[in-house]
């Protein structure tokens, strides 16, 4: 019986991108559905993008689960810190998930050294600025728009699973609003016409959304490398 894989999964293509890099995945087909394949130290691993948000997340791992029964689902990617002082790029690997919308909680199987810390909360909305406070106060530490249905799908499925996150900007600054939020498609992936609207109706943002974007890099390249040594560390 062939060994069952570990499974990385993204929401956005530029979150598996240095998995892709770093563990030399080749493109493959799981259900239907574009994945990554390749190995990590002799043991096989998939690899897939869900798409933005909790209802891409939920239906992509459930195509995933239809078609495989991983030994581990690593959740590897960004997140959005709630307080000011949390630098860009820091690791979010938190003590518990909340599903915003149905305030169900979720606790993964830890990986490697250290221990969780925090709550990681899952919305498909944008937070206001004015509600950071009470979340604060509550434990969470960084926002996230697809950690909890994975999860979910994962326990339905008795598939321990794990979340990776670093953080790649900050709710405080508003810098993500429903606009700039708009400029990528559910896939993840950019849209070249809503990009080039927002520019031409935004000139003077150019240099904030090329920070953003460079931010991004780095938060995805930091979480890949966590969950990649996490396993390295534990089987």
């Not at 493959?28 to 043991?43: K, M």
């Not at 791992?61 to 689902?73: A, G, K, Q, W, Y």
């Not at 790029?89 to 149905?102: F, M, N």
């Not at 953080?167 to 992936?189: K, M, N, P, W, Y």
């Amino acid at each position: 019986m062939a060994e069952a894989p570990i499974a990385f999964v993204c929401a956005m293509p530029r979150e598996l991108k240095p998995l892709t890099k770093r563990l030399g995945l080749r493109r493959s087909e799981l259900g239907g559905s574009r994945a990554r394949v390749g190995s990590l130290d002799g043991r096989p691993v998939v690899a897939v993008v869900t798409g933005m948000g909790t209802r891409c997340a939920a239906a992509g791992m459930r195509r995933l689960l239809d078609t495989v029964t991983p030994s581990h689902v690593l959740v590897v990617g960004i997140a959005g810190a709630v307080e000011d002082s949390t630098p860009i790029g820091a690791l979010v690997v938190p003590d518990r998930v909340i599903d915003h919308a149905s305030g169900r909680e979720h606790r993964h199987h830890l990986m490697g050294p250290g221990e969780g810390h925090g709550t990681l909360w899952t919305t498909d909305v944008i937070t206001p600025v004015s509600e950071l406070p009470a979340l604060r106060a509550g434990g969470v530490v960084a926002l996230d728009m697809e950690t909890a249905a994975i999860a979910a799908a994962c326990e339905e499925r008795r598939v321990p699973w794990t979340v990776f996150r670093a953080i790649s900007d900050r709710a405080t600054d508003g810098s993500v609003d429903d606009e700039v939020f708009h400029l990528s498609r559910q896939d993840g992936t950019p849209s070249p016409r809503a990009v080039f609207r927002y520019l031409l109706r935004h000139p003077r943002r150019i240099p904030g959304l090329v920070r953003m974007g460079r931010d991004a890099a780095l938060a995805a390249d930091r979480a890949g490398d966590a969950a990649i040594a996490a396993v390295r560390a534990t089987f």
